[in-house]
């Protein structure tokens, strides 16, 4: 059985795997995909933000940048870098704080940083579908980036 804050790094190696996987079957013609995956790269980086206090405000205008391929692939190994050094560094005291932060309507919140860091995890997923689809509906075959996959390659 894997401890809380190993499970958590262990997701953490496997979000970055699967953005990077997919970053590199991505070129300038998938704009859809390009889009939501540098979405899904700057709402990380936007999250840790969040968490650290340093970045308490953002816009949704921001969260949506448009990136040719390898501006995606740039942003996706920053926000791989950066949740890896948060996930190495992060204590479980510091996953019970809670992070405050306003989300892109302006609206305030208080948050556990382990429910934020969850989040993160799972809206990362969540796009990396939409931008399958999104390929597969132009006629391309998406990276496998399943779990079991990640695993069966020594994740």
Known sequence: MHAPLEDLRRQVRYDAWANRRFADALTDRHERPLRLLAHVATAERVWLGRIHG??????????????????????????????????????????????????????????????????????????????????????????WTDFIVFVREGG
């Open 54 to 143: 340093t970045h308490p405000v953002s816009t949704a205008a921001e969260l949506w940048p448009v990136l040719d391929a390898a501006g995606c692939r740039d942003l996706v190994e920053r926000a791989a870098e950066e949740l890896s050094a948060f996930a190495v560094s992060v204590t479980e005291d510091e996953l019970g704080a809670e992070a405050v932060y306003r989300n892109s309507s302006g609206t305030e919140y208080r948050t556990p940083v382990r429910d934020v860091f969850t989040h993160v995890l799972f809206h990362s997923h969540y796009h990396r579908g939409q931008a399958a689809a999104a390929l597969r509906a132009l006629g391309v075959d998406p990276p």
